[in-house]
T-cell receptor, first 115, second 115 residues
């Protein structure tokens, strides 16, 4: 079974600073990888996803993520954070070809942005 | 606009009462899911359904029940057997459960509080 770890529970950055949120997964082959964002009291919105091909993936709101097979990582980055990026971010991993398809989510990283 | 509608957004229940959360989607998706979210715990899968009239237990199904009589509807009942039902509940859907990339589309969530 697959698993995912988000090592940072809470990160605080200043507005305009760069951001990197860490995600490590465990899976025997190349997984499907996702980053979702959740504002307080809301559902989850997909930021970006990786299935195959180019390991650098561009998403919405200026986010990108890089799949590194050797490190089993899929870290989320943004060059300049805006106050509206304050939210909780979830990394998720899925197993291609599974008999029944489910995503496994990390426990999330809460991002606070200082003006 | 296509999407997933959850209702009610907020619900209060007395101990010992059953309560049903509604989830409706007009995305024509085959698969639907219910997740429970608690602070610091990420998302945990309660039940999922790949097709009408069929559903499977997720990781934390005890104390919950579902039905899938129509493709667009997947209601969740939180029964009195659920020992700690206060949580945020998220409904999601995907195009197909088998062989797809597994991207989930989420509703806005329902917050259940047991008094």
């Amino acid at each position: 079974a697959q698993s995912v770890t988000q090592p940072d529970i809470h990160i605080t950055v200043s507005e305009g600073a760069s951001l990197e949120l860490r995600c490590n997964y465990s899976y025997g082959a190349t997984p499907y990888l996702f980053w979702y964002v959740q504002s307080p009291g809301q559902g989850l919105q997909l930021l970006l996803k990786y299935f195959s091909g180019d390991t650098l993936v561009q998403g919405i709101k200026g986010f990108e993520a890089e799949f590194k097979r050797s490190q089993s990582s899929f870290n989320l980055r943004k060059p300049s954070v805006h106050w509206s990026d304050a939210a909780e971010y979830f990394c998720a991993v899925g197993a291609p070809g599974a008999g029944s398809y489910q995503l496994t989510f990390g426990k999330g990283t809460k991002l606070s942005v200082i003006p | 606009d296509g999407g997933i509608t959850q209702s009610p957004k907020y619900l209060f229940r007395k101990e010992g009462q059953n309560v049903t959360l509604s989830c409706e989607q007009n995305l024509n998706h085959d698969a639907m899911y219910w997740y429970r979210q608690d602070p610091g715990q990420g998302l945990r899968l309660i039940y999922y359904s790949q097709i009408v009239n069929d559903f499977q237990k997720g990781d934390i199904a005890e104390g919950y029940s579902v039905s899938r009589e129509k493709k667009e509807s997947f209601p969740l009942t939180v029964t009195s057997a659920q020992k700690n039902p206060t949580a945020f509940y998220l409904c999601a859907s995907s195009i197909r459960a088998r062989g797809n990339t597994g991207e989930l589309f989420f509703g806005e969530g329902s917050r259940l509080t047991v008094l």
